[in-house]
C-alpha cells in the first residue's frame, strides 16, 4: 500500500463541472501540498496545507488532520485546468522529503 | 528573484554515457531535493542536500549515480554509463532551513533521454 493514495486515476469532465480529486495518507504530516504539472512541463504548487481550509481563485483545497485526508476542488472548470494533480505529504517520518501520490489526471472537455 | 532553475531542460545521452544534471536553487535556499519521474510512473524521491552535505540519499541507486552540492554553484545529479532505464523526468526542489512548513518550489525539470 502507498503512503499517499490518490483517487480517482483518470477523471475526464465537461467544461463548466466541479471537479474533486481526494488524497489520503497514513503517518501523520507537518504539510500537505497541491501540485499541478502540465504534460512536459514543470511542477507548480498549488497550496501547501497543515490544517483547514484554501482557496486561490476557482481552486479550493481542505485537509482533515484526524481523518488524514485532502481534497482538492475545481470549481467551473476549464480546458486549460486539464493537467496531472499531484498530493504529496511531508513529514518527520520521512525525514521531512516529500512523499508522492501517483497522481490524477484530468481532462476537460469543451 | 528566479526561482529553482535546472539546465539542460533536455539532455540526449547515449548508452554508456555520462550524464550531468545541474539545479540551482531559488535565492536563501540552501537545501536542494532531487526527484526522479520515470515514464507512466509518480515522482519518486531520490537524495536530499545542504551546502556540502548529503543529508538523506536513501532515494539514491546505490550504483551509477551520485550528487553534490558544493560551497559555490549548483548542485549536480551525476548519471555515470547511463543505461535506457535512466530515461525519466528528474526535478529539483529548494527550500530553506527549517523547512517542514515552507511552500515547494520545483525547477522545469531535466527530461533525459538515453538512446
Known amino acids: 500500500k502507498n503512503e499517499v493514495e490518490q483517487s480517482p486515476q483518470n477523471l475526464t469532465a465537461q467544461e463548466g463541472e466541479f471537479i474533486t480529486i481526494n488524497c489520503s495518507y497514513s503517518?501523520?504530516?507537518?504539510?500537505l501540498h497541491w501540485l499541478q504539472q502540465h504534460p512536459g512541463g514543470g511542477i507548480v504548487s498549488l497550496f501547501m496545507?497543515?490544517?483547514g481550509k484554501k482557496k486561490h481563485g476557482r481552486l479550493i483545497a481542505t485537509i482533515n488532520i484526524q481523518e488524514k485526508h485532502s481534497s482538492l476542488h475545481i470549481t467551473a472548470s476549464h480546458p486549460r485546468d486539464s493537467a496531472v494533480y499531484i498530493c504529496?505529504?511531508?513529514?518527520?517520518?520521512?525525514?521531512?522529503?516529500?512523499?508522492f501520490g501517483a497522481g490524477t489526471i484530468l481532462r476537460v472537455k469543451s | 528573484n528566479a526561482g529553482v532553475m535546472q539546465n539542460p531542460r533536455h539532455l540526449v545521452r547515449r548508452r554508456g554515457q555520462e550524464a550531468r544534471l545541474r539545479c540551482s536553487p531559488m535565492?536563501?535556499?540552501?537545501?536542494v531535493y532531487w526527484y526522479r519521474q520515470l515514464p507512466e510512473e509518480g515522482l519518486k524521491f531520490m537524495v536530499y542536500?545542504?551546502?556540502?552535505?548529503?543529508?538523506?540519499e536513501s532515494g539514491m541507486p546505490k550504483e551509477r549515480f551520485s550528487a553534490e552540492f558544493p560551497k559555490e554553484g549548483p548542485s549536480i545529479l551525476r548519471i555515470q554509463q547511463v543505461v535506457r532505464g535512466d530515461s525519466a523526468a528528474y526535478f529539483c526542489?529548494?527550500?530553506?532551513?527549517?523547512?517542514?512548513?515552507?511552500?515547494?518550489?520545483f525547477g522545469q525539470g531535466t527530461r533525459l533521454t538515453v538512446v
Open positions: 496545507l497543515s490544517s
Open positions: 526542489a529548494s527550500s530553506p532551513p527549517f523547512q517542514s512548513r515552507t511552500e515547494a518550489f
Open positions: 504529496a505529504v511531508r513529514s518527520g517520518r520521512y525525514g521531512n522529503k516529500l512523499v
Open positions: 542536500l545542504q551546502k556540502e552535505n548529503i543529508i538523506d
Open positions: 503517518v501523520g504530516i507537518s504539510a
Open positions: 535565492k536563501g535556499h540552501s537545501h
